[in-house]
Structures are given as C-alpha cells and as structure tokens.
C-alpha cells in the first residue's frame, strides 16, 4: 500500500533527523515486513528522500525479515554473560 510505504518513510525520516543513525535503520515486525516487502523499493526511497530535511543523507534501512530475530539476540545476549 502506498500510503503505508509513504508513512513508514516519514517515520524513518523523523528518526534520522532526531537520532542521526550512523549505521542506519533497521525495521522488524511483521507487519513492516508485509509492506515493505511487497512495495516498491524505489517507492519507499523516493517518499524518504522527500520527508527527510535537506541537510540530512538518506540513511540505510534494513528490513529484518527473521522470525526469530529477537530469539537470537536475546540468546547472544544470555550465552555472553
């Protein structure tokens, strides 16, 4: 849905400009991954582009698409201790 890609991009530009990511964004969740997924690439940078402030790069941003994303981090964190 385009007006989902268009807001998601806006959100990711609202978090660019306050937090400045250096190493950029990642998004998790399934339902961003239903969207996301099946959008248009170009779609989403070209809603990101627009949104984010002039003085700022468009940042990366990473889908996580594992269900098991979580899991795995929360055992890295468990088996580190």
Same mark, same amino acid.
């Given at each position: 849905?385009?007006?989902?890609?268009?807001?998601?991009?806006?959100?990711?530009?609202?978090?660019?400009?306050?937090? *400045?990511?250096?190493?950029?964004?990642?998004?998790?969740?399934?339902?961003? @991954?239903?969207?996301?997924?099946?959008?248009?690439?170009?779609?989403?940078?070209?809603?990101?582009?627009?949104?984010?402030?002039?003085?700022?790069?468009?940042?990366?941003?990473? *889908?996580?698409?594992?269900?098991?994303?979580? *899991?795995?981090?929360? *055992?890295? @964190?468990?088996?580190?201790?």
């Amino acid at each position: 849905d385009s007006q989902y890609c268009a807001w998601i991009a806006g959100l990711c530009a609202t978090l660019s400009a306050q937090f *400045l990511p250096m190493s950029g964004l990642y998004l998790a969740g399934g339902v961003s @991954r239903a969207m996301l997924a099946a959008a248009d690439p170009t779609l989403f940078d070209q809603h990101l582009s627009a949104a984010l402030p002039q003085n700022l790069t468009k940042p990366p941003v990473s *889908l996580i698409t594992s269900d098991s994303a979580a *899991l795995q981090g929360c *055992l890295a @964190r468990l088996l580190s201790s």
